[in-house]
């Protein structure tokens, strides 16, 4: 079952609706799939990275799904993270499964989502954000240099692979 926010909780821009869901509701398993057969496109493969459900459930961090005229076209999620090394700024919270659908992209749904994540994330006592991603994606590298993450040292499942890109940015205590 979904859980909508209301108020403040709710990121609208763009006209994207972002819903917290868990990460087996069928909407986000879907988009999670077509994310997956993204990467296969760009890296010849799945993201291999280990991820379970528990990892986004309250407490652990949080999963979401941003609908355009209630359709599901984005996801993003963060969980919590062990601390990286040269990120000295306290709990960090990692992003995961950023994905805006083919047909939505360049509409801002995927700079909302970011937002929307920093601030849940920075709510619930996270001090820093960091993310992983590749050099098959550039629009994401843009996004999230243009959106203030700057590079950090390898780190996670894929620390070592020579198109794997880290960021970090520090977030405004308690937004």
């Known amino acids: 079952m979904s859980e909508t926010f209301s108020g403040s909780a709710v990121a609208r821009n763009h006209e994207l609706r972002v819903q917290h869901v868990p990460i087996t509701h069928p909407d986000a398993v879907a988009l999670v799939e077509e994310v997956q057969q993204e990467y296969v496109a760009r890296y010849g493969g799945r993201d291999e990275t ?3 459900p528990g ?15 209630a359709v599901p076209v984005a996801t993003g999620a963060w969980r919590w993270h062990a601390d990286v090394e040269g990120v000295d700024s306290g709990p960090c919270a990692e992003i995961k499964r950023m994905y805006v ?16 994540l920093e601030r849940r994330a920075a709510g619930a006592g996270a001090a820093v954000m960091i993310l992983e991603t590749g050099t ?6 843009s996004l999230y240099e243009s959106s203030g993450y700057q590079p950090v040292p ?22």
């Open 50 to 52: 280990p991820l379970e």
């Open 55 to 69: 990892e986004f459930a309250p407490g652990n961090g949080m999963f979401f799904v941003g609908y355009a005229d």
């Open 101 to 116: 659908v083919a047909s939505q992209r360049r509409a801002g749904h995927a700079r909302v989502m970011l937002r929307h």
């Open 136 to 141: 098959m994606q550039p629009e994401a590298i």
């Open 154 to 175: 390898g780190f996670g499942f894929y620390r070592e692979a020579a198109m794997s890109r880290c960021y970090a940015k520090a977030l405004p205590p308690g937004e």
